[in-house]
């Protein structure tokens, strides 16, 4: 079942991020993250696929709104992640859809993501749900 993510989901999200996505953060940062960005609804949305038997978030998607100057509003996937073991039923599909409908009852012109050039597999999922790849960009950070 869809639902809205919601804070007491923290151990879970914490679980998917590190085991799916790799990046391996205290729990306590996760929950004091996750407490403030669900709280900014205007500019974050998050769902989550729950595992009705057995209560348990096996995937979810967070979106933030993308805006600036020179294009329409959009949504931006800052995350989608699905437990390994409930990949390939249809949970990133279902989510990724229901990302859609709400962006078009915003109003939003699309949505956009980002996806590391190593993750082939991935890259393969968006294709076959409707994205395009339309540009390549090397990404500059600079740690303060």
Do not use: C
Not at 10 to 26: A, D
Not at 69 to 97: C, R, S, W
Not at 117 to 125: D, G, L, Q, T, V
């Amino acid at each position: 079942m869809i639902r809205h993510l919601t804070f007491s989901d923290g151990v879970e999200l914490n679980r998917l991020n590190q085991n799916q996505l790799g990046y391996t953060i205290p729990l306590s940062s996760t929950q004091e993250k996750l407490k403030r960005l669900l709280e900014d609804t205007q500019h974050h949305y998050f769902l989550a696929f729950e595992e009705e038997s057995i209560k348990k978030v096996a995937g979810y998607v967070h979106a933030e709104v993308y805006e600036n100057t020179y294009a329409e509003p959009m949504f931006n996937v800052m995350a989608l992640a699905v437990d390994k073991e409930y990949q390939h039923n249809g949970i990133g599909t279902l989510l990724m859809k229901q990302l859609e409908q709400e962006a078009k009852a915003r109003g939003y012109s699309g949505i956009r993501l980002n996806s590391a050039e190593h993750r082939k597999e991935a890259h393969k999922f968006y294709e076959h749900i409707g994205y395009k790849a339309d540009k390549l960009q090397k990404r500059f950070f600079k740690e303060l």
